[in-house]
């Protein structure tokens, strides 16, 4: 269970908003919920799906799996999902702390969609 500073499960938390808003909009992170509305989301998610099968398929198994938003994609050399020439060296860095075919000590996987929240992760 995860538990806030004072000792209150997370899901009874009333108001998520950080101030003190009348009638608060902000969505409760613990609920999984996908970005369909995003153009790119969907091929995004898939290229992450893709790349967990390419290490299953090639017998690697991930010491460390990174989920996150648009910094951990772009290890990956993309953003929102496409490729990025001015990405390239930051794909090479991942690859050499991060791939022991690259020489690395610990065998690393970037799943991250460029935008995502903790709710988006969950999904």
């Known amino acids: 269970k995860i538990h806030a500073q004072l ?3 997370l899901r009874d938390v009333r108001d998520w908003c950080l101030a003190s ?3 608060c909009s902000c969505k409760d992170p613990l609920l999984a919920e996908p970005r369909f509305e995003r153009e790119g989301w969907m091929e995004a998610h898939q290229l992450n799906q893709l790349l967990m099968r390419n290490f299953s ?3 690697r198994q991930p010491d460390v799996v990174f989920l996150g938003d648009s910094i951990t994609e772009e290890w990956n050399g993309r953003h929102h999902g496409n490729k ?3 990405l390239n060296q930051t794909h ?3 690859q050499d702390y991060f ?3 690259h020489g690395a ?3 690393g996987l970037a799943l991250g969609i460029a935008g995502d929240k903790t709710r988006n992760l969950l999904w």
């Open 57 to 59: 398929d090639n017998h």
């Open 21 to 23: 808003v009348p009638n």
């Open 92 to 94: 090479a860095v991942f």
């Open 7 to 9: 000792g209150s499960e």
């Open 105 to 107: 000590q610990f065998e």
């Open 99 to 101: 791939q022991k075919r």
């Open 84 to 86: 990025t020439i001015h």
